[in-house]
């Protein structure tokens, strides 16, 4: 089994698409567990009606689309992160190959950020993460 690839808290010169076309791809945002979106479905009551257990990832869309309604951002994904935990994501704003379309201004990205960690009760500030194929 490969080495676990560690969060970056910046983005290294050469994963900078610009200038190396072929970087792996991070993604930038929040990590989040599995466990902790589906409590957090469940005390937002965002679920619907007919939800079953067995639709875990049903409820992480139901989610997202809570996120992306709240925070009027719709490019907001979610990314499988390398990690040695399992069941984690990523909440992103955009990953090494579409920042340059997708970045915000630094003040905006800052409170979005915040916005999102209070939202999920989430205490550690974003990263850059490997995604799970890199």
Request: a neutral charge.
């Amino acid at each position: 089994m490969s080495a676990v690839k560690a969060p970056m808290d910046a983005l290294p010169p050469k994963f900078d698409v610009a200038h190396h076309q072929y970087a792996p791809k991070v993604h930038f945002g929040l990590f989040v567990s599995h466990k902790r979106l589906l409590e957090y479905a469940l005390e937002e009551e965002i679920l619907p009606p007919d939800f079953k257990p067995t639709t875990y990832f049903r409820a992480v869309a139901h989610v997202m689309k809570h996120l992306r309604n709240l925070t009027r951002v719709r490019s907001l994904y979610l990314a499988t992160p390398w990690s040695a935990e399992t069941d984690t994501f990523v909440v992103a704003l955009y990953n090494n190959h579409t920042m340059r379309k997708r970045k915000f201004p630094d003040d905006f990205e800052a409170a979005l950020l915040e916005a999102i960690a209070a939202e999920l009760d989430l205490h550690d500030s974003a990263k850059w993460y490997w995604d799970v194929a890199a």
